[in-house]
């Protein structure tokens, strides 16, 4: 299993950054994914998830109505639409794969996801 993370940068308060993770090893619609991030100081903070199918996803709070998860299976990626960025967006964008298709019962645990990727650096600031 591989989980390659890439469009991380610099970008303005207000920005967008579409962030995509590049899959390898496991059949992508037979299992949820998401992303993580961490800020500098802090633990991990879950982002989103997608189940295998990918028609059910699921925010954090702090990202509802600004982050778009999505997939395309045949690409073997995932990815991450992040709009209207703010200085506390920044952090190291993880992505992550569960061990089934469903959605884990607890996605903001860490413990649900047995493989993630080395991450990418999103930073916002003007």
């Known amino acids: 299993v591989q989980l390659v993370e890439s469009g991380g940068g610099l970008v303005q308060p207000g920005g967008s950054l579409r962030l995509s993770c590049a899959t390898s090893?496991?059949?992508?619609?037979?299992?949820?994914t998401g992303w993580f991030r961490q800020a500098p100081g802090k633990g991990p903070e879950w982002v989103a998830t997608?189940?295998?199918?990918?028609?059910?996803?699921a925010y954090g709070d702090s990202v509802k109505g600004r982050f778009t998860i999505f997939r395309d299976n045949a690409k073997n990626s995932l990815y991450l639409q992040m709009n209207s960025l703010k200085p506390e967006d920044t952090g190291v964008y993880y992505c992550?794969?569960?061990?089934?298709?469903?959605?884990?019962?607890?996605?903001?645990?860490?413990?649900?996801?047995?493989?993630w990727g080395q991450g990418t650096q999103v930073t916002v600031s003007s």
């Open positions: 992550v794969k569960d061990g089934v298709a469903d959605p884990p019962q607890n996605p903001a645990e860490k413990y649900e996801y047995g493989d």
């Open positions: 090893g496991f059949n992508l619609a037979y299992y949820a």
């Open positions: 997608v189940n295998g199918g990918g028609a059910i996803t």
